[in-house]
C-alpha cells in the first residue's frame, strides 16, 4: 500500500498564481515525521521542511507555507505569489518507526511556474 | 559549512567496466544514505549506514552493487561489472539520527 500519495503529477500555473501542492500519507505510528524536498531541474535534491507528528501548527517561510492536518493525514504546500524560480519537482516524505525511520518517497509532483 | 560531497559529478563508462562512486557526509552526521533515481523507478534506497556500519542493503538491486564506509567521512558505491541499466543518478545523503537527511549534488553515471 502506497504510504505517501502526490496524486498531481504535474501542475502548471502563471507566475504569480498560488499553487497548493497535495501530500496525503499513512502510518499507524503515533510519532512519525513529514517532509517536503524540491528537486529543480539542476537536479538537486534541497530540503524544505521536517515536522513532527505532535506538531500541528502551520508552518510559514517566506512565500511558502505548509498545513499539516492530522484528522485528514495531509501535510499539504502552498507557495504564495509563485515565481519562475519555484519550477521543480517536489516529494514529499515520511519517516516512521515502522520503517526504522527511513525516508517513505511520494512520487513527486512536478511544478511548472509560466512566466 | 560544507555539504555532502560527491564525486565525480558525471561518469560516463562502457558496459562491464568498474564504476566507483564515492560520497564524503555532513561532518558529525552518523547516518549515510545511498539512493539510485530513474526516471521508470523514481528515487529508490540502495543501502545507509549508521556510525560507518551498514544497516540495510536490501535495497542493493544485485551482487553487482557494493557499498563500504571505512570511516565517518567517506563512504563508496561500487558497481563491478556495470551495465547500461545502472544508468541514472545516484545521490549520497547524511543525516544526524532521524532527522532531515542532506543530498549531495548527485553523480550522473552513463553506461554505454
Known amino acids: 500500500a502506497q504510504k505517501v500519495t502526490q496524486a498531481q503529477t504535474e501542475i502548471s500555473v502563471v507566475e504569480k498564481e498560488d499553487v497548493t501542492l497535495d501530500c496525503v500519507y499513512e502510518t499507524r505510528d503515533t510519532t512519525y515525521y513529514l517532509f517536503w524536498y524540491k528537486q529543480p531541474p539542476s537536479g538537486e535534491l534541497v530540503f524544505l521542511i521536517r515536522?513532527?507528528?505532535?506538531d500541528e501548527q502551520n508552518e510559514i517561510s517566506g512565500r511558502y507555507s505548509w498545513n499539516f492536518q492530522k484528522s485528514t493525514s495531509s501535510f499539504n504546500f502552498t507557495i504564495t505569489a509563485s515565481q519562475v524560480v519555484d519550477s521543480a519537482v517536489y516529494f514529499c516524505a515520511l519517516s516512521e518507526v515502522d520503517s526504522n525511520y527511513q525516508l517513505i518517497w511520494g512520487a513527486g509532483t512536478k511544478l511548472i511556474i509560466k512566466p | 559549512d560544507a555539504g555532502v560531497i560527491q564525486s565525480p559529478r558525471h561518469e560516463v563508462t562502457e558496459m562491464g567496466q568498474e564504476v566507483t562512486l564515492r560520497c564524503k557526509p555532513i561532518s558529525g552526521h552518523d547516518y549515510l544514505f545511498w539512493y539510485r533515481q530513474t526516471m521508470m523507478r523514481g528515487l529508490e534506497l540502495l543501502i545507509y549506514?549508521?556510525?560507518?556500519?551498514?544497516?540495510?542493503d536490501s535495497g542493493m538491486p544485485e551482487d553487482r552493487f557494493s557499498a563500504k564506509m571505512p570511516n565517518a567521512s567517506f563512504s563508496t558505491l561500487k558497481i563491478q561489472p556495470s551495465e547500461p541499466r545502472d544508468s541514472a543518478v545516484y545521490f549520497c545523503?547524511?543525516?544526524?539520527?532521524?532527522?532531515?537527511?542532506?543530498f549531495g549534488p548527485g553523480t550522473r553515471l552513463t553506461v554505454l
Open positions: 549506514f549508521n556510525n560507518n556500519v551498514p544497516i540495510d
Open positions: 545523503a547524511s543525516s544526524f539520527g532521524t532527522f532531515e537527511q542532506f
Open positions: 515536522r513532527n507528528s505532535f
